[in-house]
C-alpha cells in the first residue's frame, strides 16, 4: 500500500489546503515536460498526482484512511515510492535470497507462489517492459533462472513463465530455458530414484542367492 502523506511529503494531519499547495509544487519539479520525459520522473509525477487524487476526493480518502491505519495496525509500512525497475530488482533480489533458504522437501508451495506474484505481477512486469532497461532486465531473468533448476517442477514452469515475458536478451532466455530443463529432469529422476534403489536391492539380492548356493 502507497503512504501518500510521505509521497507528498505531508504529515497525516495535513490539510487540504497544504496537500493542494504540496501536489503543485512537486508536480512542477517532477513535470514530463520539465523533466524532458525521463521515465523514473514520469512515474514519480504519476504517483504524486494519484496521492492529490485520493486525498482530494472525501469517499476515497476515508476509504483510504481506514486501510492506512489497518496497515500500520499490523506494523507494515507504506511504499513512498514509485515502482521502477530498480524497485523491482531489489525485490527479485529478496525472493533470490528467500528462494536460496528453502529445503526442497518442505516447501510452502503457496508461500513460494504468493512470492513470486508479488515481484513478477502484471503490473511489474509492464514497468520493466515499459522501462526496457536492458542490463536490469537480463539481471533479474539470469538471477531466476538459476532459480528454477531448484524449484520443483511445477513451480519452475511458474518462474519461467513469468520472466518469459519480460523483454531480455537471447543469452538470459538460453539460461532460462536451460533452468526449466533442468528441473524437469530433475523431476523425473526424484520418481524414478525410488524404483532404481529398489531395484538395485532386488538385484543384490539375487545375486547373493545366486552365489551362496
Not at 497544504?18 to 503543485?24: D, M, P, T
Not at 524449484?151 to 536478451?169: K, V
Not at 538470459?172 to 529432469?185: F, G, H, P, Q, Y
Request: hydrophobic share 40%.
Amino acid at each position: 500500500m502507497k503512504d501518500y502523506y510521505k509521497i507528498l511529503e505531508l504529515p497525516p494531519s495535513a490539510t487540504l489546503q497544504e496537500v493542494k499547495s504540496a501536489y503543485r509544487r512537486l508536480a512542477h519539479k517532477y513535470h514530463p515536460d520539465k523533466s524532458q520525459n525521463d521515465l523514473y520522473a514520469l512515474a514519480q509525477f504519476n504517483i504524486i498526482k494519484e496521492a492529490y487524487e485520493v486525498l482530494t476526493d472525501p469517499a476515497r480518502k476515508e476509504e483510504y484512511l481506514h486501510n492506512r491505519w489497518y496497515m500500520q495496525s499490523r506494523g507494515m509500512k507504506g511504499e513512498s515510492a514509485p515502482v521502477t525497475p530498480v524497485v523491482i530488482m531489489r525485490k527479485a533480489l529478496s525472493l533470490d535470497k528467500f528462494l536460496s533458504q528453502l529445503d526442497p522437501d518442505r516447501m510452502d508451495a503457496i508461500a513460494v507462489k504468493s512470492q513470486m506474484k508479488d515481484v513478477f505481477s502484471d503490473e511489474n512486469i509492464d514497468i520493466l517492459n515499459h522501462f526496457n532497461e536492458t542490463e536490469i532486465n537480463n539481471s533479474i531473468v539470469s538471477l531466476m533462472s538459476r532459480n528454477v533448476a531448484q524449484l520443483p517442477y511445477f513451480l519452475a514452469q511458474e518462474l519461467a513463465s513469468l520472466n518469459e515475458r519480460i523483454q531480455s536478451d537471447k543469452t538470459s532466455k538460453i539460461s532460462l530455458e536451460r533452468s526449466l530443463k533442468l528441473s524437469a529432469s530433475n523431476e523425473r529422476w526424484g520418481r524414478m530414484h525410488p524404483w532404481l534403489i529398489t531395484l538395485i536391492a532386488v538385484l543384490i539380492c539375487v545375486f547373493i542367492y545366486a552365489i551362496s548356493r
